[in-house]
C-alpha cells in the first residue's frame, strides 16, 4: 500500500475540546504512524496551543490555517502578516466594534469582551495576553470576534478584506472570523508541500469538521468529515464518519483499510 498523507483538524476531529483526543484516536495515530503513514496536524491554532492538544507522536503539520508550515519542529514555510497589514485590518475591526486577536508562533492577544471569554482556556496559560501587550511578533493569522447582533457589520467587513485581498473563513461558529495572508489557507499549504516534493498529492488524506476545513479537504486526494461536524461541509467530502464521541476518527481510517 502506498504511503498516505494524513491532515487532520484537531478541535472537534481528532480532539473533543476542553477534554482532549480520546484514546481510540491516539490509537489510530499510533497505528498509522506505525503502518507507515504520516499524520499532519492541519489547525487553526497556533503551534504552541495545537502541541498541547496533539501531544503524541506526528509527522509536523500546518498551523494557523495554513500560516505556518513545521516539519521536525521547524518552520518550513510562513506566510506572515507586516506590521503594516495588522493596521489595516484591526481598522476594520475597530470601525465596527469587533474584538481583535493577534496569533503568533507561541502566543494569543485579544482584546475586550473576547479576552475575557477565553482567558481561562488552560492550554493558552502562559501565553494569552491582552491586545495592549502585543510587541511584534511574526504573525501568521488574526481573528474578528463578534456577536450575533454584528451580523450586518461583519458582512461589511468581509467585503473590505476581500478588498484589501486577505484570506478569511469562519471558524465553527458564523460569528468569529479567521484572517490569514492573501491566498492562505490549510489547503494551500497542502498544495505548497506537494509542490515542493514533501507529500505526494495523490495520497492525501483530510479529515475535519468545520469551515475552515473546506479547503483542505478539497486540496486533498480523499476527505472525511466527522457526523458531529458543520453539515455544511458534508457535500463536499468522500466519507462522513462517526461522531467524534463515537470514536469517528478511529473508524475512518479502519473503513479505509488503513488500519485495523
Given at each position: 500500500m502506498?504511503?498516505?498523507y494524513i491532515f487532520t483538524d484537531l478541535d472537534s476531529t481528532l480532539s473533543i475540546p476542553r477534554e482532549g483526543v480520546p484514546s481510540s484516536a491516539k490509537e489510530a495515530v499510533a497505528k498509522l504512524l506505525a503502518n507507515g503513514h504520516e499524520v499532519f496536524a492541519a489547525t487553526g491554532r497556533n503551534y504552541y496551543a495545537a502541541e498541547q492538544v496533539f501531544d503524541s507522536e506526528h509527522s509536523g503539520g500546518i498551523y494557523s490555517v495554513g500560516g505556518e508550515i513545521i516539519l521536525n519542529g521547524k518552520v518550513i514555510k510562513d506566510f506572515y502578516f507586516t506590521e503594516d497589514d495588522l493596521k489595516k485590518i484591526k481598522a476594520i475591526a475597530d470601525k465596527y466594534a469587533f474584538c481583535f486577536s493577534i496569533v503568533t508562533h507561541d502566543n494569543v492577544y485579544v482584546n475586550g469582551w473576547a479576552y475575557e471569554n477565553r482567558r481561562a482556556e488552560p492550554y493558552y496559560e502562559g501565553h494569552f495576553f491582552e491586545l495592549?501587550?502585543?510587541?511584534?511578533?511574526?504573525?501568521?493569522?488574526?481573528?474578528?470576534?463578534?456577536r450575533e447582533e454584528q451580523k450586518d457589520d461583519l458582512d461589511k467587513a468581509l467585503?473590505?478584506?476581500?478588498?484589501?485581498?486577505?484570506a478569511h473563513c469562519y471558524k465553527s461558529i458564523k460569528t468569529s472570523v479567521e484572517i490569514t495572508c492573501p491566498g492562505v489557507s490549510k489547503g494551500s499549504a497542502i498544495r505548497w508541500l506537494a509542490d515542493n516534493g514533501y507529500i505526494d498529492i495523490k495520497n492525501t488524506i483530510g479529515i475535519g469538521d468545520s469551515y475552515n476545513d473546506l479547503e483542505m479537504l478539497k486540496s486533498c486526494a480523499y476527505s472525511i468529515a466527522v457526523g458531529s461536524g458543520d453539515k455544511y461541509i458534508f457535500d463536499y467530502v468522500d466519507m462522513v464518519t462517526d461522531d467524534i464521541r463515537n470514536d469517528g476518527f478511529y473508524k475512518a481510517f479502519v473503513k479505509l483499510g488503513l488500519i485495523d
Open positions: 502506498d504511503k498516505k495592549s501587550n502585543y510587541k511584534k511578533e511574526n504573525t501568521a493569522k488574526v481573528n474578528f470576534h463578534t467585503i473590505e478584506l476581500d478588498e484589501l485581498g486577505y
